[in-house]
T-cell receptor, first 115, second 115 residues
C-alpha cells in the first residue's frame, strides 16, 4: 500500500496556465506538507496544514494555494505558472500530536516543467 | 541563522568502508528531533533514522547510526560497510517542538560509493 501518493508524477505545461497537483495519505496522519525542491536539490517548505492550522511560508507567492477537502488530502493549486516554478514538488505527512518521533513520510514527487 | 548546516556538498567512499556525513543544528528549544533522509537518483525521499533530544543513546538502524553530540549540536550520520546502493543525496532535518513541530532541512550531501 502506498503511504503518500501524488498525481501526476510529471507535469509539463505552458507559462500562464493554472494547474493542480493532488496528494493523498493513508497513514492517518494529522498534518500534511508541500515542499519545493529546486534544481540544486534544496528543499523548501511551502505549507504545512492540519485541520486547525495552515502555516504558509511567507516567501511563497500567493499564486500557490493548498486546498484540503479532508484530512487525508492536500492538493496544491498553482495559478499563472511561471518558468521559475519548474521544480519537483513533494507532498509529505506526519503525526504532529500524541508523542513519537513525528517523522515525515514523503510522496514520490511531481516534476513540474513550465515552458 | 541556518537551522541545519551540512557542510559537505559531496562525499566519496570506497565500497565496504564506513563514511560519516556531517550535520550541525541550531536551536534553543530543549525538545527537538533530528532526522536523516536519503534521496536516491530515482527521487523519492526515504526516512532513515531519528534521534530525540532527550535520548541518552545514539540511534541505530541497521548500517545507519546517528552520532549525537548534544553539547556540540551535531548529529552526524554514520553509514557502515558502504554499498553501491548507498549512493544518493542525504538530508539532515530537525523538528522543533516549540515551533509546533516545524521541520527544517539542510542543503544535503551527495554521497558516491566507489566500487
Amino acid at each position: 500500500d502506498t503511504a503518500v501518493s501524488q498525481t501526476p508524477k510529471y507535469l509539463v505545461t505552458q507559462m500562464g496556465n493554472d494547474k493542480s497537483i493532488k496528494c493523498e495519505q493513508n497513514l492517518g496522519h494529522d498534518t500534511m506538507y508541500w515542499y519545493k525542491q529546486d534544481s540544486k536539490k534544496f528543499l523548501k517548505i511551502m505549507f504545512s496544514y492540519n485541520n486547525k492550522e495552515l502555516i504558509i511560508n511567507e516567501t511563497v507567492p500567493n499564486r500557490f494555494s493548498p486546498k484540503s477537502p479532508d484530512k487525508a488530502h492536500l492538493n496544491l493549486h498553482i495559478n499563472s505558472l511561471e518558468l521559475g516554478d519548474s521544480a519537483v514538488y513533494f507532498c509529505a505527512s506526519s503525526q504532529r500530536t500524541g508523542g513519537g518521533s513525528y517523522e515525515q513520510y514523503f510522496g514520490p514527487g511531481t516534476r513540474l516543467t513550465v515552458t | 541563522a541556518q537551522k541545519i548546516t551540512q557542510t559537505q556538498p559531496g562525499m566519496f567512499v570506497q565500497e565496504k568502508e564506513a563514511v560519516t556525513l556531517d550535520c550541525t543544528y541550531d536551536t534553543s528549544d530543549p525538545s527537538y528531533g533530528l532526522f536523516w533522509y536519503k534521496q536516491p537518483s530515482s527521487g523519492e525521499m526515504i526516512f532513515l533514522i531519528y534521534q530525540g533530544s532527550y535520548d541518552q543513546q545514539n540511534a541505530t538502524e541497521g548500517r545507519y547510526s546517528l552520532n549525537f553530540q548534544k553539547a556540540r549540536k551535531s548529529a552526524n550520520l554514520v553509514i557502515s560497510a558502504s554499498q553501491l546502493g548507498d549512493s544518493a543525496m542525504y538530508f539532515c532535518a530537525m523538528r522543533e517542538t516549540g515551533t509546533g513541530n516545524q521541520f527544517y532541512f539542510g542543503t544535503g550531501t551527495s554521497l558516491t560509493v566507489i566500487p
